[in-house]
T-cell receptor, first 115, second 112 residues
Framework: EAGVTQFPSHSVIEKGQTVTLRCDPISGHDNLYWYRRVMGKEIKFLLHFVKESKQDESGMPNNRFLAERTGGTYSTLKVQPAELEDSGVYFC?????????????FGQGTRLTVV | SQKIEQNSEALNIQEGKTATLTCNYTNYSPAYLQWYRQDPGRGPVFLLLIRENEKEKRKERLKVTFDTTLKQSLFHITASQPADSATYLCALPMDSSYKLIFGSGTRLLVRP
């Protein structure tokens, strides 16, 4: 069974450019999460999808970030325009159930560097 | 606000010994707590989940305890091996929901 996959694994872009990160969750997992780890900080929640619906985007830093999950399958996270402080590792995770006591399966992450 | 503390200093032990990692939390009463392993360049990998009404949980060489009075979880790896070298993360659900708050992680190095 394929795990959570993320593309690209690394991205280096200039300040002001646009970058789109992609996440393919485990097949059959309705729940998809985006997390981010910036340098020297803990991994922090960004948002949560259930199928194609955004359930919670309270962790999104600002309106330069846009997440979508068309058709309830893969998800994209677009940063436009990118700023230096957006640099970090972006993780996607998926889970089978929404309720408590649910383990999340993480992808390998996308390392974003904004220069 | 909710806060998780893990020892930021790396833990360096000899192969065969038991590694013990600590996770302390404040301003919070979580329904459960999770431990993850993270290797360089990889995402976190789920290891164990322990519920608030469970004192201890085991999985092969791993053991987790959860003391809701002390607001602390201990993560033990017995008979440690060099392959156990990694960063171990403690995670709690935010506001009793599915969103996870992560600690900064403790790096474990097991010497052969």
């Amino acid at each position: 069974e394929a795990g959570v996959t993320q593309f690209p694994s690394h991205s280096v872009i200039e300040k002001g450019q646009t970058v789109t990160l992609r996440c393919d969750p485990i097949s059959g997992h309705d729940n998809l999460y985006w997390y981010r780890r910036v340098m020297g900080k803990e991994i922090k929640f960004l948002l949560h999808f259930v199928k194609e619906s955004k359930q919670d985007e309270s962790g999104m830093p600002n309106n330069r970030f846009l997440a979508e999950r068309t058709g309830g399958t893969y998800s994209t996270l677009k940063v436009q325009p990118a700023e230096l402080e957006d640099s970090g590792v972006y993780f996607c995770a998926s889970s089978l159930r929404t309720g408590t006591y649910t383990e999340a399966f993480f992808g390998q992450g996308t390392r974003l560097t904004v220069v | 606000s909710q806060k998780i503390e893990q020892n930021s200093e790396a833990l360096n032990i000899q192969e065969g010994k038991t590694a013990t990692l600590t996770c302390n939390y404040t301003n919070y009463s979580p329904a459960y707590l999770q431990w993850y392993r993270q290797d360089p360049g990889r995402g976190p990998v789920f290891l164990l989940l322990i519920r608030e009404n469970e004192k201890e949980k085991r999985k092969e060489r791993l053991k987790v305890t959860f003391d809701t009075t002390l607001k602390q979880s201990l993560f033990h790896i017995t008979a440690s091996q060099p392959a156990d070298s990694a960063t171990y993360l403690c995670a709690l659900p935010m506001d009793s929901s599915y969103k996870l708050i992560f600690g900064s992680g403790t790096r474990l190095l097991v010497r052969p």
